[in-house]
């Protein structure tokens, strides 16, 4: 049974930073990332991380801003979030892609391209 625990989220004035935290079951996956969804929004993008580590990639606009990473150690995936704005508050989520499946997908940016997903954490972030 695979689950993903997220904590961290919070509530930040505008330029301040959180880091999020996502604890695994300890299964191997094919890809991490993080997604979020504002209210009256659909889920976003927001950045993904190969399970080695040799690819990680962002939406847009929190490029420069937010950082994805792995500790190997306790398999927890991170997502350091910098100079925060009123727009990126929303729900977080974690989420992972199983390591065997039939379509190979070198970045995986949809909702439906990844399987696993934890509960959410609150981000918001104040003027």
């Known amino acids: 049974q695979v689950q993903l625990v997220e904590s961290g989220g919070g509530s930040v004035q505008a330029g301040g930073s959180l880091r999020l935290s996502c604890s695994n079951s300890?299964?191997?996956?094919?890809?991490l990332g993080w997604f979020r969804q504002a209210p009256g929004k659909e889920r976003e993008f927001v950045a993904a991380?190969?399970?080695?580590?040799?690819?990680?990639y962002y939406i847009e606009s929190v490029k420069g801003r937010f950082t994805i990473s792995r500790d190997n150690r306790d398999n927890t995936l991170y997502l350091r979030m910098n100079s925060l704005k009123p727009e990126d508050t929303a729900v977080y989520y974690c989420t992972a892609r199983p390591d065997r499946t039939v379509l190979y997908i070198p970045e995986p940016r949809r909702p439906n391209e990844f399987e696993y997903w934890g509960q959410g954490t609150q981000v918001i972030v104040s003027s």
């Open positions: 300890g299964r191997t996956f094919s890809h």
């Open positions: 991380m190969s399970w080695r580590g040799d690819r990680k």
